[in-house]
């Protein structure tokens, strides 16, 4: 990474890995081939997007034809929410999701209120967890869909998905969960915890962007989506498009990589993470929001009490001075263009005030334990400034 770069931002997105990068890069060049052309040419490109959605399924355990590629996990949750909505309206049309979901997952919902729909947002404790028996008391019979994702991208939090399948399925329903900060992070298999429809992006995890996948149960149960996109029937008619055939590659080879090596990353990044929140918990005023417990080992959302994050974010990437530009963030990198405060925060019960005196780091695997004291030095210096202009 760049010298002068300390990237800890890694939840908005990540550096591709090399390896990654090499595997797409004739794809590109060489190996231009539409897939769906029949002459030996489009056949490389056919048989490298099949090995790809192998890697994709092996990577959340399932099989390759559940896998649909898509642009991005935006896309597929717009696919999925929009789908099953579609598909399932004869059985009703109420959807059950979280308040703390992504802008994606939120948006969509509101789109879908626009359109007949009706839409429960589960709320969180404190801690940014649900209660399994709201879930339960918000169930009725003409509930399609429950939408819960598996990690908050701005906390890290964990939802208790195994739970929460159970509940949706004993009621009869499909559940769905954005795992774009879970996948390539933690061991994920689609039968086991119950997903009916799972989200993922090659950009979170060390791929590129512009490429993400839509996981769509066949068995033992059939779920049913009509496509978003028409056209050559691309994707078993899911999503028609010539298909992006470096993106589905990098993908492939990234959710590869992921499956095996992320218990060894997970380590060094939880380290990482632990050494960073302990040594920032050391400067008066500082919290952390969120469950501590339940939580990613690569995230720490710090409340600074009193100072304004946009100050912080402006102070760590100062040109001025001779340390290197840190990158980290407030609120999530998808709606960081409006001045709200984050949504996930306030739901969590904090006030505007604090949701603004936060910070989310988010580490990744190329950070190094060098990164650490730097980071720390350096916000202690911009949080001593900024309450002694204010006091
Ligand atoms: C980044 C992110 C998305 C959007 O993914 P894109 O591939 O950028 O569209 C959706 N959900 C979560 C939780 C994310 O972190």
Same mark, same amino acid.
């Given at each position: 990474m760049n010298d002068n770069l300390i990237y800890l931002d890694n939840n908005a997105t990540t550096k591709i890995d090399p390896r990654?990068?090499?595997v797409m890069l004739p794809y590109l060049t060489d190996y231009f081939a539409n897939a769906n052309s029949t002459h030996q040419f489009g056949l490389r490109a056919h048989d490298a997007v099949k090995a790809a959605r192998k890697q994709v399924s092996n990577l959340i355990g399932a099989e390759p034809n559940e896998v649909i590629f898509t642009s991005g996990a935006t896309e597929a949750i717009n696919l999925a929410l929009k789908g099953v909505a579609e598909n399932y309206s004869n059985k009703g049309k109420h959807i059950i999701t979280v308040a703390t979901e992504h802008s994606a997952v939120l948006d969509t919902c509101k789109y879908l209120e626009s359109r007949g729909f009706e839409v429960s947002y589960l709320s969180v404790?404190?801690?940014?967890? !649900? &209660?399994?028996? %709201?879930?339960?008391?918000?169930?009725?019979?003409?509930?399609?869909?429950?939408s819960v994702m598996y990690v908050n991208n701005e906390t890290g939090v964990v939802q208790p998905i195994r739970e929460i399948a159970s509940v949706a399925h004993e009621a009869g329903v499909l559940f769905l969960s954005d795992c774009t900060q879970a996948v390539g992070k933690i061991a994920i298999n689609?039968?086991?915890i119950g997903i009916d429809l799972l989200c993922l992006s090659g950009h979170k995890i060390y791929g590129p962007k512009g490429v993400g996948a839509l996981y769509v149960r066949q068995s033992p149960t059939r779920v049913r989506i009509p496509a978003l996109l028409h056209g050559g029937g691309h994707e078993r008619g899911f999503r028609s498009g010539t298909l992006n055939v470096p993106g589905?590659?990098?993908?492939?080879?990234?959710?590869? !990589? &992921?499956?095996? %090596?992320?218990?060894?990353?997970?380590?060094?990044?939880l380290s990482l993470r632990d050494y960073l929140e302990s040594e920032l918990c050391s400067i008066e005023g500082t919290s952390i929001n969120g469950n501590v417990t339940n939580r990613l080992y690569n995230v720490s959302n710090v409340l600074f009490r009193g100072v304004d994050s946009d100050a912080i974010i402006m102070g760590l990437s100062n040109p001025e001075n001779d340390l290197p530009l840190i990158a980290v963030s407030n609120g999530s990198a998808c709606t960081s263009t409006s001045i709200e405060p984050s949504h996930v925060l306030t739901?969590?019960?904090?006030?505007?005030?604090?949701?603004?005196?936060?910070?989310?780091?988010?580490?990744?695997?190329?950070?190094?334990?060098?990164d650490i004291p730097i980071v720390v030095a350096a916000i202690?210096?911009?949080?001593?400034?900024?309450?002694?202009?204010?006091s």
């Open positions: 990654v990068l090499e404790a404190s801690d940014g967890l !649900i &209660a399994l028996d %709201e879930l339960k008391s918000l169930l009725r019979p003409d509930t399609i869909l429950v689609v039968n086991e589905i590659v990098a993908l492939g080879k990234a959710c590869e !990589i &992921a499956s095996l %090596e992320m218990d060894k990353d997970s380590n060094a990044i739901a969590m019960g904090l006030d505007e005030t604090a949701a603004f005196n936060s910070i989310r780091f988010s580490i990744g695997k190329y950070n190094s334990r060098e202690k210096n911009i949080v001593a400034d900024l309450r002694a202009m204010v």
